[in-house]
């Protein structure tokens, strides 16, 4: 468990500037660089979408800029929010109505509210009185996964959502752009793919918390200026100079709608934790491989069949007769991984649902683990930097949890 670590961030770290900017972009709050990109495509439309998970190939395709809506964080002090919503769920749509109601997404032409949970669900209901004017979709993602019955009800609907966009001024969608756009979309997930796999075949390379923020930052840029970004990124890196620690290397699991304040995942990092893979920005990792853009290939069938044949497991995703639990298993046993921490958001209904069962499937494995919650303005860390380090002791010292 011997790891080696450059400090992030330092004059003399080769990604310091790229961090900064992928920084920059994660936390303004007022989209600077979408009201750029408007006024660089006048008559392109700007979606947002609510995590985790929307075809943004299909949005590039007739001509949308798609946005990630992940709420304000830690950075919003919630007043009007509170008051649409009941005190016992999770924090994220207190927050973006926050946001919605200062105005900050009035650059937003459409926003779409993918199937994770009844929050979601109201949160879109809440938007369509709130803000009449913008574009809200409901996209019922498929838990059929039978190519003649799930697939083909979510061609359906991307058919549906393309025609609403294409209703507010984008362009028609064809088989061509839609195939350049899963084709760009391939490149990407490369760049995240090879990202990765150098962050868990050297954590002290790429931390967390600063993958993080280089994935994070591809919510408010288009496909190509994104993947231009983690390729300069891992260049950079490819440069760092170690420096030795003894960490854990763990999974964190349960992240995957609201997301925890970066300075959480720093915390776990500073507590002895090398966090080799994590569900925290699920939506561009949740397609494992590239979708078909064979040239004889209907491209809307094949972004349909890449969620329904290759979709990561998660919370939010039915998986039929498989096993709950036994990817993650894989993914440990692949990794290298010495355990797992689950980190869900408070009150998050599909996470907190989920994890009894993922913690069956690593009892029978006989996988070490730990558990926290946290709300996306969770500003005192010290309790979860205290248990962070206390099950990396253990599993150093024992190979388990005491």
Not at 276 to 301: A, K, M, V, Y
Request: include cysteine; charged fraction near 25%.
């Amino acid at each position: 468990m011997n790891t080696v670590h450059d400090t992030p961030g330092r004059s003399d770290d080769p990604a310091a500037p790229l961090l900064a900017r992928a920084q920059t972009l994660v936390t303004d709050l007022s989209l600077s660089s979408v009201h750029a990109w408007k006024t660089q495509h006048p008559d392109g439309l700007i979606v947002g979408y609510m995590p985790i998970y929307i075809p943004r190939p299909l949005l590039e395709a007739l001509g949308c800029l798609p946005v990630s809506l992940f709420g304000g964080g830690d950075q919003v002090d919630i007043i009007k929010g509170d008051s649409y919503f009941q005190s016992y769920i999770c924090h994220i749509p207190r927050s973006t109505i926050e946001l919605l109601q200062s105005h900050r997404y009035d650059v937003l032409d459409a926003v779409l509210f993918p199937s994770i949970c009844d929050v979601i669900r109201n949160l879109s209901g809440m938007w369509k009185l709130l803000h009449p004017q913008q574009l809200a979709e409901y996209v019922d993602l498929p838990q059929n996964f039978s190519p003649d019955i799930g697939g083909r009800f979510y061609r359906l609907e991307m058919q549906r959502i393309a025609s609403a966009l294409t209703s507010r001024g984008a362009r028609p969608l064809t088989d061509d752009a839609l195939r350049e756009a899963c084709a760009r979309e391939n490149v990407r997930r490369a760049a995240i793919r090879d990202m990765d796999a150098i962050r868990a075949r050297q954590p002290w390379r790429i931390a967390a918390s600063e993958a993080y923020l280089i994935i994070r930052a591809g919510g408010v840029l288009d496909t190509v200026e994104h993947t231009e970004l983690i390729r300069a990124f891992t260049a950079a890196v490819a440069e760092r100079k170690p420096r030795i620690y003894d960490n854990v290397r763990v999974i964190v699991v349960g992240s995957f709608c609201e997301q925890p304040p970066i300075d959480l995942i720093r915390t776990l990092e500073k507590a002895g934790c090398d966090i080799l893979d994590d569900d925290f920005q699920l939506g561009l990792r949740l397609i494992e491989g590239d979708i078909d853009t064979s040239p004889n290939q209907d491209p809307l069938s094949a972004l349909a069949a890449a969620f329904i044949d290759h979709g990561a497991a998660t919370a939010s995703r039915y998986i039929a007769d498989c096993e709950k639990g036994a990817a993650l298993v894989h993914k440990v046993r692949t990794l290298g991984a010495d355990g797992v921490i689950f980190a869900a958001a408070s009150f998050c209904d599909p996470a907190l649902l989920d994890q009894p069962m993922l913690e069956a499937a690593l009892d029978r494995a006989d996988i070490p683990y730990t558990a926290f919650k946290f709300s996306e303005n969770t500003g005192q860390f010290q309790v979860i930097r205290e248990q962070a380090g206390a099950f990396s002791d253990s599993v150093k010292l024992w190979g388990k949890v005491a």
